[in-house]
């Protein structure tokens, strides 16, 4: 079950800084309830920006999901107790990462 939260009922105070997207890069982040998500990006295409979801609590980065990054909508799909929601497309060199906890 994802987590979601009625963004215009949030204030969002915290920014992740997060190295530019390149492929084989990862960002991780450490969720509210102790968990660790990390996120890939993987490539671009005419839809958007793909990124690729792990779950790496466990010390061994797990993938559970495949996704597109959109600006707006938590880079995690609600799947964790945090998440971090891009200001622009994550390739822009302006965009910003907000937290937001669930």
Excluded: H
């Amino acid at each position: 079950m994802s987590n979601w939260k009625n963004i215009n009922e949030t204030l969002i105070t915290t920014q992740f800084s997060f190295p530019t997207p390149a492929q084989g890069t990862r960002s991780s982040i450490q969720c509210q309830d102790g968990a660790v998500a990390t996120w890939e990006y993987d490539s671009t295409d005419d839809n958007g920006d793909k990124v690729l979801i792990y779950d790496s609590s466990t010390g061994e980065d797990i993938q559970i999901a495949y996704v597109y990054a959109m600006p707006g909508r938590d880079i995690f799909c609600g799947l964790f107790s945090t998440g971090a929601i891009p200001s622009l497309r994550i390739t822009d060199e302006n965009c910003i990462f907000y937290r937001i906890d669930y």
